[in-house]
């Protein structure tokens, strides 16, 4: 579902930490002055807040907080003691493991605090099933950040109660983090229950942004752990010598308004290659991406036959430039010869080639010019298939390179052994594969990965299941040459590109219930741009 409303910063980025990240700021805090058990005092006092706000009020509310051995389960201690205390509500704590277990002096602080006082803890399974059956809301305090991996022991058992309060109809809220949910990478472990609502500390973790983990989480809210944590942060956010993983939020995601004196050449020049003869729908969508995302001049290079059905497809602004016979293969795709005379940078600021390209023995020559030639270039498709055997090929490039693979062609350009591998560990590998091959790469998918060469990562936090539809990845590739024509910061460009798109799909799913087309993510881009310009968007 994403972040609350109140929870998006008010700056152009997001800042996505890891779990090493989470327990660095906490020993920050605390080396400048904040005891510890002020922290978890802190945690709980915004969990209390999220715990009781559907219900406007704690007095009569029924809670089970189903808590773990680590400061997770600490957290929900405190939080039984807030509740009890400040709240009126009637409390319940499971804890599998017993009360004898070790925590952490502030967690056992806090736990003797809810014993002492005569606070309801059940070791039991059953005894548990009949408290939730009772209760309005069940919280996850089981392991937040701390989990890993396949759910184990007690841990798994603990997870099973939460699944039996989702199916008895109970909301469940998430202490940190959903227990099962990967904090670093959104790997979730078998058995891990969606959280209506998750209430996390001091930053959002990568696990809430990333697929799968984000769609786990349900409605994200960052809480603040104060103005120590707050500084750690930006400290992080400063690094030059660590770029951080980021989110762009609705202010920086907006593009950049035109100057008055902005004419079709300063609104950038793209270049789309047209590919081989009965493909030319790909082409003619990444030429309506770029001219519907604001690029100035938008031109299409192909042989007579393509360039007649190109013609049919796309709108009158768009310069179909026909390619002579001879300057074209069997195919219809435009020659490395041609290009090699043809200096279409003199005409395009950023040329897009692989829409359409298919198999062609030729195709491979046709790229390896432009990745040669041209200052600005975005591959998508078949223009990075031809490297499945060869990706080290790809760093051979004079200009600024951009890279658009889903994830069986990740793999294929070096990020796995097949889709799946690349797409499970794309969040360490596609970072290291952008400085590999110098290029910006966009992992397409859910929550999709830009990296960028100098280590900057955007992860996007907008989008829908709308955009898997034939052709969304070549109208992609062409707003995002529309937006890296004009700019100053290339891969900033295509974070912001792949944003409007994602969001494009969102809109359009929700008005066709998911059954989306390309073209119908295209007219959506109008609504798109305006609702960034307006700051109408909800992030």
Same mark, same amino acid.
């Given at each position: 579902?994403?972040?609350?409303?109140?929870?998006?910063?008010?700056?152009?980025?997001?800042?996505?930490?890891?779990?090493?990240?989470?327990?660095?700021?906490?020993?920050?805090?605390? &080396?400048?002055?904040?005891?510890?058990?002020?922290?978890?005092?802190?945690?709980?006092?915004?969990?209390?807040?999220?715990?009781?706000?559907?219900?406007?009020?704690?007095?009569?509310?029924?809670?089970?907080?189903?808590?773990?051995?680590?400061?997770?389960?600490?957290?929900?201690?405190?939080?039984?003691?807030?509740?009890?205390?400040?709240?009126?509500?009637?409390?319940?704590?499971? @804890?599998?493991?017993?009360?004898?277990?070790?925590?952490?002096?502030?967690?056992?602080?806090?736990?003797?605090? %809810?014993?002492?006082?005569?606070?309801?803890?059940?070791?039991?399974?059953?005894?548990?099933?009949?408290?939730?059956?009772?209760?309005?809301?069940?919280?996850?305090?089981?392991?937040?950040?701390?989990?890993?991996?396949?759910?184990?022991?007690?841990?798994?058992?603990?997870?099973?109660?939460?699944?039996?309060?989702?199916?008895?109809?109970? =909301?469940?809220?998430?202490?940190?983090?959903?227990?099962?949910?990967? &904090?670093?990478?959104?790997?979730?472990?078998?058995?891990?229950?969606?959280?209506?609502?998750?209430?996390?500390?001091?930053?959002?973790?990568?696990? =809430?942004?990333?697929?799968?983990?984000?769609?786990?989480?349900?409605?994200?809210?960052?809480?603040?752990?104060? =103005?120590?944590?707050?500084?750690?942060?930006?400290?992080?956010?400063?690094?030059?010598?660590?770029?951080?993983?980021?989110?762009?939020?609705? #202010?920086?995601?907006?593009?950049?308004?035109? @100057?008055?004196?902005?004419?079709?050449?300063?609104?950038?020049?793209?270049?789309?290659?047209?590919?081989?003869?009965?493909?030319?729908?790909?082409?003619?969508? &990444?030429?309506?991406?770029?001219?519907?995302?604001?690029?100035?001049?938008?031109?299409?290079?192909?042989?007579?036959?393509?360039?007649?059905?190109?013609?049919?497809?796309?709108?009158?602004?768009?310069?179909? #430039?026909?390619?002579?016979?001879?300057?074209?293969?069997?195919?219809?795709?435009?020659?490395?010869? %041609?290009?090699?005379?043809?200096?279409?940078?003199?005409?395009?600021?950023?040329?897009?080639?692989?829409?359409?390209?298919?198999?062609?023995?030729?195709?491979?020559?046709?790229?390896?010019?432009?990745?040669?030639?041209?200052?600005?270039?975005?591959?998508?498709?078949?223009?990075?298939?031809?490297?499945?055997?060869?990706?080290?090929?790809?760093?051979?490039?004079?200009?600024?390179?951009?890279?658009?693979?889903?994830?069986?062609?990740?793999?294929?350009?070096?990020?796995?052994?097949?889709?799946?591998?690349? %797409?499970?560990? #794309?969040?360490?590998?596609?970072?290291?594969?952008?400085?590999?091959?110098?290029?910006?790469?966009?992992?397409?998918?859910?929550?999709?990965?830009?990296?960028?060469?100098?280590?900057?990562? %955007?992860?996007?936090?907008?989008?829908?299941?709308? &955009?898997?539809?034939?052709?969304?990845?070549?109208?992609?590739?062409?707003?995002?040459?529309?937006?890296?024509? #004009?700019?100053?910061?290339?891969?900033?460009?295509?974070?912001?590109?792949?944003?409007?798109? @994602?969001?494009?799909?969102?809109?359009?799913?929700?008005?066709?219930?998911?059954?989306?087309?390309?073209?119908?993510?295209?007219?959506?881009?109008?609504?798109?741009?305006?609702?960034?310009?307006?700051?109408?968007?909800?992030?």
């Amino acid at each position: 579902m994403g972040l609350a409303p109140g929870s998006w910063p008010n700056s152009d980025t997001l800042l996505l930490v890891t779990a090493a990240d989470a327990r660095a700021g906490d020993r920050y805090a605390m &080396a400048n002055g904040d005891a510890p058990e002020a922290l978890m005092w802190r945690a709980a006092g915004h969990l209390v807040r999220h715990i009781i706000a559907p219900a406007r009020s704690g007095y009569g509310l029924r809670v089970v907080i189903v808590a773990g051995k680590g400061n997770n389960g600490g957290d929900g201690f405190t939080a039984a003691l807030r509740l009890t205390r400040e709240q009126g509500a009637h409390v319940v704590v499971v @804890a599998l493991d017993g009360v004898d277990v070790a925590l952490s002096r502030e967690a056992e602080a806090y736990r003797s605090q %809810w014993l002492t006082q005569g606070g309801q803890v059940i070791t039991d399974v059953t005894a548990a099933k009949t408290a939730i059956r009772r209760a309005h809301v069940v919280v996850d305090a089981i392991l937040g950040t701390g989990a890993s991996g396949p759910l184990r022991g007690l841990a798994a058992v603990a997870v099973g109660l939460l699944a039996f309060a989702k199916s008895a109809g109970v =909301h469940l809220v998430a202490c940190d983090l959903p227990t099962g949910v990967d &904090a670093d990478s959104g790997a979730v472990a078998p058995n891990t229950v969606k959280a209506d609502r998750t209430i996390t500390f001091g930053a959002v973790k990568r696990g =809430h942004m990333l697929a799968p983990g984000a769609s786990y989480c349900g409605e994200v809210t960052v809480a603040s752990l104060g =103005h120590h944590w707050d500084r750690f942060l930006h400290n992080l956010g400063s690094d030059p010598a660590q770029p951080p993983f980021t989110a762009l939020t609705g #202010r920086g995601a907006c593009p950049a308004p035109y @100057a008055p004196e902005d004419d079709k050449w300063s609104r950038g020049r793209v270049a789309v290659i047209g590919g081989v003869t009965g493909m030319a729908g790909a082409a003619s969508l &990444a030429a309506m991406g770029a001219l519907t995302a604001g690029a100035g001049l938008v031109s299409v290079y192909a042989s007579d036959a393509v360039a007649a059905e190109i013609a049919g497809h796309v709108d009158a602004s768009v310069m179909v #430039r026909r390619v002579a016979l001879a300057d074209t293969a069997p195919s219809g795709l435009v020659t490395a010869a %041609w290009l090699e005379t043809a200096d279409l940078g003199v005409h395009a600021d950023v040329i897009v080639a692989g829409p359409g390209f298919g198999v062609a023995p030729e195709v491979a020559a046709t790229v390896k010019v432009l990745l040669a030639s041209a200052a600005r270039l975005v591959l998508d498709a078949d223009a990075l298939n031809v490297f499945r055997h060869d990706p080290h090929a790809l760093q051979a490039h004079a200009g600024q390179l951009v890279l658009t693979p889903h994830r069986k062609e990740l793999a294929r350009i070096g990020g796995g052994v097949d889709g799946d591998d690349a %797409w499970a560990n #794309r969040v360490t590998r596609v970072p290291t594969l952008a400085q590999k091959l110098n290029a910006t790469i966009v992992a397409k998918g859910p929550a999709t990965l830009i990296a960028a060469p100098d280590g900057r990562v %955007w992860v996007t936090p907008v989008g829908s299941a709308a &955009a898997g539809t034939g052709g969304s990845g070549d109208l992609l590739s062409g707003i995002i040459a529309a937006a890296v024509a #004009r700019a100053d910061d290339v891969p900033l460009a295509v974070a912001q590109a792949v944003w409007w798109h @994602a969001l494009a799909a969102q809109h359009a799913g929700e008005r066709a219930h998911g059954r989306a087309t390309a073209e119908s993510l295209r007219t959506e881009l109008p609504h798109v741009f305006h609702a960034l310009a307006t700051g109408s968007t909800t992030l």
